[in-house]
């Protein structure tokens, strides 16, 4: 299963293009809300989350944590505890941790980039505490993935379905979807 943070202000395209990509995939995909069951986007757009925060699944049964970008969105990510420790917990379990836009920032501040090459928006380099930071649209090293933003949202994704299930499933996704 994917756990895929919502927090109010979250960057629409990046939350709801990763879902669909990685459905398509065929895997489980659990949006988790911030705050409340329904979250509203950068954009105005209200989702109904599967889950509410208190009720995240076992890590055991996780594949990855993703968090999507935006403003407010990424600070709300930023200042749930619940959030910061899930993700936390999941990165020191060998569990992929993805994040996009501004989010790759919450990771930063967590140390979970030090070391690693990692992209983000510009502008947010300098959260990325420890990270090699490259100007790559996406950027898989050791269990992270990061992008800079929501024209690469289908991207990123892709990059997670290759790590999760293989390059060649993604390649398929992609052709599908017209991506090239």
């Not at 990763?18 to 209200?46: E, K, N, Q, W, Y």
């Not at 490259?134 to 800079?148: L, N, P, Q």
Request: charged residues 15%; proline residues 4%; glycine residues 12%.
């Amino acid at each position: 299963m994917v756990v895929l943070f919502l927090a109010n202000g979250f960057e629409e395209i990046e939350a709801l293009a990763t879902v669909d990509v990685l459905r398509r995939a065929g895997l489980s995909v659990c949006t988790v809300g911030v705050g409340g069951d329904f979250v509203t986007g950068s954009h105005g757009i209200t989702v109904k989350t599967d889950l509410g925060e208190s009720d995240l699944p076992p890590l055991q049964e996780v594949q990855a944590v993703v968090l999507p970008g935006g403003l407010p969105g990424t600070n709300n990510l930023a200042q749930s505890s619940i959030v910061t420790d899930y993700v936390c917990r999941a990165a020191d379990s060998g569990i992929l941790v993805a994040a996009i836009c501004a989010a790759p920032s919450v990771l930063g501040e967590l140390g979970l980039l030090v070391g690693k090459r990692a992209t983000c928006y510009p502008g947010y380099e300098s959260a990325l505490r420890g990270a090699v930071c490259c100007d790559e649209s996406v950027v898989t090293d050791d269990g992270v993935v990061t992008a800079k933003g929501a024209g690469v949202s289908i991207p990123f994704a892709l990059a997670i379905v290759a790590r999760l299930i293989s390059p060649e499933k993604a390649q398929e996704i992609g052709d599908a979807m017209q991506c090239r």
